[in-house]
Each structure stands twice: as structure tokens, then as C-alpha cells.
């Protein structure tokens, strides 16, 4: 089956690479001279700040306390352009679903799963952290969302591949088809009224039948 192509307009941002010194951020000097001497570079400073707005927006539970300068850094990088707010946790659904249904084959994808992902390690730049965070924030700006037409596909396809009503709900509800969020596997059975057992019998079952459909051809 051949997909049409779907092309969506990211949201501009700032590239990491026009960031030589915070200074031009309008910060206090106290807080130049925190951020300074807390983070190694900008590349890590920057992504550190884009990764906790992402948290704070999606998924707020897990985003840190912030003391005052990390938090006028990231409403500094907010209004000078540095931060996306396009990037939804939906948008990494099919991946979730190739890292379970095809670990053998994930990392050789070097697919992202989630927005932390993006900051694994550049395999044509080694292993430093340094280099983690420059190749961090360049997937960070490139990364292109889902659109509507593109999710609305892959809910067709599952839809149509899955053994059941149940199993399909389980999949959307777990993975942020629903409602954009995704929600761990006991709070997915208490959603659906089924013991946590039973739902995790059913999530390795639609592993398997989503690992030879045609669901990884939709991007």
C-alpha cells in the first residue's frame, strides 16, 4: 500500500548554532554567572531548558523545580524564539510502537520515542555529552510532527490490524491515540475496567500483529 506524503509546516525556532553566548538573552549578570559555571556549554544549557519546557507542557509530573535563574532562562529562550511548542507527545506514537513491536531494529533506526531520545548519542560524533547535546538540539529543530492526516491513519491501521475493539483501545489509550498523552500500562487497565494482567496480556499480542502490518510506512 503506498502512503500519500504528508507535509506539514514546522514551527520556526532558533538554531542552537546562533547562540554563542547568553549574554544577548537580556539575563541579569547573577544569572549569567549561575548559568555559566552550571552548564558546560550553551548547546547543554539550551537543550536542558528546551527539555524542561517539553515537561512542563506535556508532561508535568516529571519536570523539575526550577531555581529562579533556570526559570528566567527558559522564559528568556521562550521569548527570544529558542522553544517549540509543536512537539506533542503523540507525535512519537509510531516509534513507541517500532521500539516494542521491533526492538531488534529500534536502534538501528535511531528512532526517537520520546523527546529525551533525541539527545542519544550522534553515532558520527562519538560519545561525548558535549556532542550529545549539539546533535540533541539539531533533531530538536528538524523534527517534523505528525499531522492529523497522519494520525488519523495510523488509528485506521490499527483499526484494521488489531484482533479486537478492546486491544485497539488499549493501544490508543497507552500510547496517546486518545487524548495525546500517553499513560502507564495500570492506569490504562483502570481506565478500561480490566485487571493490569489482562492488559498486558493483550499489549504483547498487538505487538505481534503490529509488527507485520504496514503501520511503519505512514512517515
Known sequence: MKHE????EKTTVKSASLLDHICHLGLSKHTE???SHKFGTTNELLWKIRHEAYLREHHPEHSSYLEKPLWDALVAFDRAGYIRHDIKPEDF?????RRLAKPEQYQAWNCAADLEDFC????????SDQSDYAYGNQRYE??????EKQREEIRQILKDVLPDELTYQIICF???LEDGKCHPTAETALRLNRKISKVRGLMKKAYFYINGC???DVI
Open 142 to 147: 528538524n523534527f517534523t510532527p505528525l499531522t
Open 214 to 216: 504496514e503501520l511503519f
Open 93 to 97: 506514537i509510531l516509534n513507541r510502537l
Open 120 to 127: 542519544e548519542i550522534n553515532p558520527e560524533q562519538g560519545s
Open 5 to 8: 506524503t504528508n507535509i506539514v
Open 174 to 176: 497507552r500510547y496517546s
Open 33 to 35: 554567572s549561575y548559568l
